[in-house]
């Protein structure tokens, strides 16, 4: 199902019937509306202005709507801010953050959360059983703009709480951040200080600890809206729309307070910032980079246990990135199927129409500012029409899963020890190497069951739980581990008996060194006869299990034993594929080697291609099945789809 | 004619015949004195020593020397910035800026004022009507080292006030600025701040009018000394010495108040600055880029409304670029003639005499700190002697006028869209094609009356107020428009019935939307069976007018009306000198296509030729001409002239 | 002889004996011990707890070993810092550095100080004269982590009384920095601020007296140790542990009060990070640059006037360079051999065992955290066992003397005029120069006597005092200057009769003009016949005296008297090489040219070859010699030696 982003208090009223109506006609379904709009909800402290968005609402369900009520707390008003002391977040400079664009409170001032209980329990006695509304999503894209974590004097009380709870004693936090190094040892809560300011880098353990801290007060914060629309808003669904490759919380975590995950996609800017290679960023510019949005739907699948949209899918030109290009004609309805394909229940526009005015002016959206319809208006029609032809069943479980933690983006942001070594580097080519293989994957935190996956693909998991190692345990899978995997004990401390630590259970194994090179050095991975290049991280393996492949010295580099095999380097995307297929083929597999920019993904038994690059391509599709999208070959920037 | 600046406060008393007497029998006129001698005036509070001063006026003045008496405000001495409280500015990260350098006060403070109002009334008393004065010099680079805006206390009070005055009620502000977009609307001028530290960006209406106000302080701030002067020291001319690339303030307003503009000339500094490509950085580090002085010459020119100088021109290797490289023999004389072929009264040079201590210690000067004339000194010297030969008549009215407009450039860095996308680079390069095309060009404000030019470039216009538009559609010239003409309103808002906004009264045209690119993707642009680049910012147009050109995919990239043009893309400088030069064509202007480093002037029927390149080149002089620089043939970095 | 830097603080007691009987098996000599133990040393105010460093000196001692006891000043414990008011640091954007790693403390508080007083005394008067205790280190690195420099009140303070002893009288401050310029002047000591937060850069003078004064502060600051060491521990060495390429403090003068000079030796992490091009980082990326550990080994045994030590030598990768390769096999020995052989004392490795928590987790030990030997381990074995069989003499004096000079560094990082041209960068590049030649260097102090040095290299020398002149003019040997030499007086100004300054002494030449260029630019410097590049910095010079070298367009770039040589511009090193073998041949010494990578030393009669190239070198061993390490050929990451 499609929807649509739209913010009435930004247009006459007298336009609302006639959007409404055409939202309709173009077939839309869902509304979201209210986010942001707490100036407009109560416009003087206690005054509230409910009218216009009563008639916002009756419009909407009149014309055979649903909406989506965004309660406004990412952006509280002025008068509110300047009532509220200390609600601003201090950044790392220790400068406080300033009124004037939005996101700008502390997750940990309690006097905020007072004010966000209140406006949320008014909208929510309002408008929580009213028959429009089908659902809420709590404030907006937390974290974006870097406000997860905040320096504030608030932030320190309750970090050093957060620790009381968490440790138990100062002892006990010396000793599980080995304090005793250059005399940090506390001897009274109030000595801890937040990590940041200090002279050279301070202890990692102290990162991580605050790292927890600052995610858990977003879960915290969200926890108390939902706990107040679950009161107020029986049956309705309550959602989040995450913003991508956004690692600062953990979105697992949120999610499980919420119904429904839902994140905001933006290709072609993403693709702009991610750190890919200048030629590969030129390549798909116009497109997005083929991976970027189907491991967001993934990712988005997995923290909504199945349940998630698209809640803002760009539907031409964004205002954000460096640089900000058109979708290649025919992308917004390739995103559009792609996240269908993924299993989004809905996929919402961002937004029904070009604002002409403020920070956003240059966001396009599906009508243009003098009203017309824009380019992607055609693209959603033509989708919508599809869409009713086809008869979407639920995503079933993929035969590939991907473990993703966020406590592991944290551990190596504090600690890179190489430079370019980065999380979501890492993790979007493991994801890229196995998906151009044709496979479908679900990703999953780690500690979540693995049953029923043939294979288990674990980029890096510095730090693996007792319930991440059971769940390896358990599955009956190929589990393989990358670099830094099992490295790091929960406190940020080497573990005994040196890394992998905790998956020395099921490899003979020792990583006894590691090193960092520059990205214009490598090393020869010498696999099955051929030579490949290994980059940026190299281990030192101390293996008594089988060596499948070495560095160009001899030295180990990938061991197994069984079903469970370790990765010592970061390798270049030929030897990944390479060494999937292998593994996938072992577990009886079928892998289909597609072409650069071409994916497969299927969802309830509907087989679907996307097509990025700048040829066309024919795509497999069996003699028995039956064609629900295009003839067969896929073109630039084409869909095909069959049963 | 020809002068310098001096600084007698930086040397003995026994020296200052001598130096009068040597600036005299160099061929100099003019002599500026006086400005950052602020602690040398007045060393103890309310205690004058001007007798230095006297006697360097009597010097100079029996010399037969004309005093040009700069104001000293833009370096207060320490007691100073002790006593009066909150005049020291606040950077954009909220830090105080310091004494120990120079322009260390805020535009805002009123008690900074009231002590520029008394200095330079005892000023104006002392010296106004002293024989030897010719003029003033207001203060010093008005927003050198990013001075303009401030952040502290003062400037919000006062940007309130100015807000007051210019939106009349805060419903007109909350309008204007779109503020209900994140629920920024103000109930109080009291809520309103100033637009840094936001957590993202700022609302652009709220740069906007700040940016406004600030350089609005900055015309009051002139005001009040140009007032002071005006009564003291009648028939003496005024002027400020603007600094080149410097946008933050409008140089035409403040020149409103003033007799003469003059600007700062450093061509190497600024060709070592200047965001232009490795090669041509390369090619004319020793030279300047051949348009880097000649357009501020041209644009000063403008601000001047004729009347204009150049207060300190380069005589050697200055200190304050990255690389401060020897200009090449024969460029100080060079730059001195394309100074006054380009119509300036005055070349003055920045300094008599290298300093041996303090900050400018490695800025060369005429003279060698050891007391010797430097290399420049010799070029002056022959310079001196040619200017005596030679009658210069007024600079008359060019075929070309290209609209040079300080908002504009205030909006595209409000507002890039495009990471690489700035004014000055967008319109150095429009320059830069019209002047290679052999022709004169006036620099002109938006608004300024067009008649007469049979050619007017407009690179960008992101604002197009009524009076630029009924310019525009009086005059009978070709008027060319660049990308993002008219595509903002004078709130920063998306015009009503799209961009290019006012303009669609003389075209057919709507901007259904806007890409910008990273560098290394381009586009192809057709015209006349051509093919050139289009690069970094594409426009869809919509046009009902005849299409001259087309990007690659066929789109429209240039349309025109009758005499008007809009061009929607950013194009190479091979396509704007071919379109530039049918378009002269056209209009019966006869184009000279020059080499890559030469270029044409003329003042009162004379025409100059000047070369940075490293090919002599002949001139294309007449057969009836009388050479009076030269044989015609233009060496490198040589002049020839001919009436 | 060998050491090892151990924290048993961080290690169960029941390891020590262990850890002590495998450290005096595996050969090692000294063991230091203590340095930021403070937190255990003093648990709570006042209260102190020896009874673990009795029990480990006691350890140690039994196994023979010989302790090097640190201060524990360079890491304060929370408790000592929240009750010493004003003893933290402010960084240069005025905001207090944190606690929570390591160097949070301010030179100029005396609060801070009497509290060091206060822990130096009692521990010396617990062990200053224990049988173990060998000697002692003050503090840690001073100046790591931008250290030296703080912007406090006390700092102000203290500036303010510095300024006063040095220059008597505000008048005569005025007139050494030139304050008249910009109105600078002062009129009292309290109007004098530190030199940071100006609107553009502040006076150089006052930058350099600043610089003085912060280096100042460090001395006596590690005075006021040594005084009390002096007193309590007799017969003892002090000692401190430098850190290479930080020049913020005059590191001769703080070894003024000390004995025993010593550095903390990482040559891959230096090379990582120093400027060099990018195929040299590439090359030696897991060896270091040949000259980067020579060269700190030279200085600091300058700095010790013979006695030095490397306390602190990488054994494995490290942890705080951008990229930590592994060093090639062999480098741990390679780089202990150079270190004798180049005069230390001691090289001791840091650390004993890899730790696991806290910071430097990721930096390698001799043992594995998981308390196997690592790597390392076994090269310190084979070295150690080679050093029993050789018997090292003195280092006897160079033929060649190289003169470092902090304040020359502080110079030209005031006033860099062209913004690549960096101290270090150009002293590294002569000296690789000289080395490659076959040379022993001294590395020498302004001003240290030069009597018996063949040849004399002064890289650039901007401030010449007046016992540097001495030094150079009673020496014998060829003196060698480079660009900028005698460019600035005491002040910082430029000398009157303009640069070399005091070199017209030996030399009839005056530098009247300078330019810098872009690292793209280049000119031809032609030197008897052949051809060679000069970049970065070009100097004017007006020679009486033979020219030697020219740039292209025939401009005097080396000239000489006699014995005294200047060359005006950077060349680069195949010139360096060549002028330096003419002469080094003129004054009879024998030069031989090296490959890249390998580096001859010689000590007491031995001479031993090191080599970082990839291919393996035959040295040129004469015929009587004897070999004490290696076959003649020195296989790559190899050592050879004989008498």
Chains 1, 2, 3 share one sequence.
Not at 383 to 408: I, K, N, W
Not at 418 to 447: C, H, M, N, S
């Amino acid at each position: 199902m499609l929807g649509v982003c739209y913010h009435p208090e930004h247009w006459p009223e007298a336009r609302w019937s006639e959007d409404a109506r055409r939202m309709k006609t173009l077939g839309l379904t869902y509304v979201r509306v209210g986010e942001f709009a707490w100036s407009r909800l109560e416009p003087q402290p206690g005054q509230f202005d409910f009218g216009w968005l009563d008639r916002v609402l009756e419009t909407l369900g009149s014309a055979g709507l649903r909406v989506v009520l965004g309660t406004p707390t990412a952006s509280p008003p002025k008068w509110l801010v300047d009532r509220t002391p200390h609600m601003l977040a201090v950044d790392l400079e220790d400068r406080p953050r300033g009124f004037g664009s939005r996101r700008h409170y502390c997750f940990s001032s309690t006097s905020y959360m007072r004010e966000c209980e209140r406006i949320v329990t008014v909208l929510g006695g309002r408008y929580g059983q009213h028959a429009a509304v089908a659902g809420w999503q709590t404030d907006n894209q937390y974290g974006c703009h870097d406000t997860v974590r905040c320096y504030c004097d608030n932030c320190r009380d309750a970090f050093r709480s957060w620790l009381q709870r968490h440790h138990g004693s100062l002892e006990a936090l010396n000793q599980a951040w080995g304090n005793v190094f250059w005399s940090m040892e506390y001897r009274s809560w109030d000595e801890v200080e937040l990590p940041h300011r200090t002279v050279t880098e301070a202890n990692p353990s102290h990162w991580l600890d605050f790292s927890r801290f600052a995610s858990d007060q977003v879960v915290a914060f969200n926890r108390l809206q939902v706990e107040v629309l679950r009161r107020l808003s029986p049956k309705r669904f309550l959602a989040h729309n995450y913003l991508g490759f956004s690692t600062d919380f953990d979105h697992f975590r949120v999610a499980e307070d919420l119904d429904v995950a839902s994140w905001d996609s933006s290709p072609l800017a993403f693709t702009d910032l991610f750190p890919l290679p200048a030629e590969t960023k030129q390549r798909y510019a116009r497109t997005g980079h083929p991976d970027i949005a189907a491991f967001h739907h993934d990712l988005y699948r997995g923290v909504g246990h199945g349940r998630w949209w698209v809640m803002g899918q760009q539907p031409g030109p964004v205002n954000w990135a460096p640089h900000n290009p058109s979708p290649a004609p025919g992308m917004v309805r390739l995103w559009t199927w792609e996240a269908l394909a993924h299993g989004a229940e809905v996929v919402s526009y961002f937004r029904w129409r070009q604002i002409p005015f403020a920070q956003e002016q240059m966001h396009a959206g599906l009508n243009r500012p003098d009203f017309a319809p824009d380019v992607g208006f055609f693209e959603v029609e033509r989708t919508a029409r599809e869409t009713t032809t086809m008869q979407l069943g639920a995503a079933s479980r993929a035969p590939v899963a991907l473990v993703f933690d966020y406590e592991a983006a944290w551990v190596l942001s504090i600690q890179p020890q190489g430079a370019e070594f980065q999380y979501k580097t890492q993790v979007l080519e493991w994801y890229t190497a196995i998906r151009r293989l044709g496979f479908d994957v679900d990703i999953v935190p780690p500690g979540a069951r693995l049953d029923g996956y043939v294979l288990v693909l674990v980029p890096t998991l510095p730090i693996i739980s007792d319930a991440a190692l059971k769940a390896f345990e358990s599955c009956r899978g190929t589990v393989v581990f990358g670099p830094r995997s099992g490295s790091k004990t929960a406190h940020f401390q080497l573990p005994q008996g040196l890394p992998p630590g905790p998956l020395q259970r099921f490899l003979d194994l020792k990583v006894t060194r590691v090193e960092s090179l520059a990205p214009d050095l490598s090393e020869q991975l010498e696999w099955q006869g051929q030579s490949y290049e290994a980059r940026l991280w190299l281990e030192h393996l101390d293996a008594g299990n089988a060596v499948q492949a070495r560095l160009g010295g001899g030295k180990p580099a990938l061991v197994n034993h069984g079903r469970f095999h370790y990765l010592g380097c970061v390798a270049e995307t030929a030897f990944l594929m390479d060494w999937f297929e292998a593994l996938a083929r072992e577990a009886n597999l079928e892998p289909l080697r597609l072409p650069e920019g071409v994916r497969l993904r299927t969802r309830g038994g509907i087989t679907f291609a996307f097509n990025s690059d700048p040829d066309p391509w024919r795509a497999p599709v069996p003699p028995y099945a039956r064609l629900l999208l295009g003839d067969g070959v896929v073109p630039p920037q084409g869909v095909c789809a069959w049963r």
